[in-house]
């Protein structure tokens, strides 16, 4: 979890109250969300408090007698109020981000990219001089990291392959050919 998430998590914990009044807390996010100077923040702030009401409403779903009777749950008319306000201000966000931003869309192309890395890799790790897991649980934590801009990011792509061939964890020539499969067949991940 980075720190944005972090934060956003804990902004969670402490606003979000299942029985109160959905306005004060939308209140409450459209004045945290000035805190934050760039819309990348915004918006991995506003992604990641989404999961989080996710989550809880799919909990209270779970238990909740008036399920399937629309407007008699105050619990869950809260949440789908709170659901949809914050989905009004990620979309708001996401049309003020600057190209050098990763959005939604190029956020999901990249995790895709990264997972069909690991697969192959994942197909060639029998018998190779490099620690797989390592690799598996560098590049998953690379996309916590997309509140960087593009530029940032591939360099610490880069820069996480580096100090894998420096560390030993990695051969150079392995490096080399993670990076000539990403620039070959995962356009867009290294800038």
């Known amino acids: 979890m980075n720190l944005i998430q972090d934060q956003a998590t804990r ?55 008036h399920k399937k009777e629309k407007g008699v749950c105050d619990v869950n008319k809260n949440y789908e109020n709170s659901l949809f306000f914050i989905q009004n201000e990620r979309d708001e966000v996401i049309e003020y981000l600057p190209k050098t931003e990763f959005n939604l869309q190029e956020r999901s192309e990249i995790n895709d ?21 390592d690799i598996f649980e560098e590049l998953n934590e690379l996309k916590e990291f997309y509140f960087l801009n593009k530029k940032h990011w591939s360099q610490m792509l880069i820069g996480r392959l580096t100090e894998m061939v420096a560390s030993g964890v990695i051969s150079e020539s392995i490096s080399k050919d993670i990076v000539e499969t990403v620039v070959k067949n995962y356009d867009g991940i290294i800038q």
């Open 113 to 133: 990219s990264l997972q069909k890395i690991l697969e192959d890799l994942n197909k060639i790790k029998i018998g190779q001089e490099f620690t797989y897991d």
């Open 11 to 65: 902004f969670y914990e402490w606003k979000f109250n299942e029985y109160g009044n959905y306005q004060e807390f939308i209140s409450e996010v459209r004045t945290q969300l000035y805190e934050y100077r760039k819309n990348a923040h915004k918006l991995e702030f506003l992604e990641h408090l989404l999961t989080l009401l996710k989550q809880g409403f799919d909990g209270h779903l779970a238990v909740c007698q």
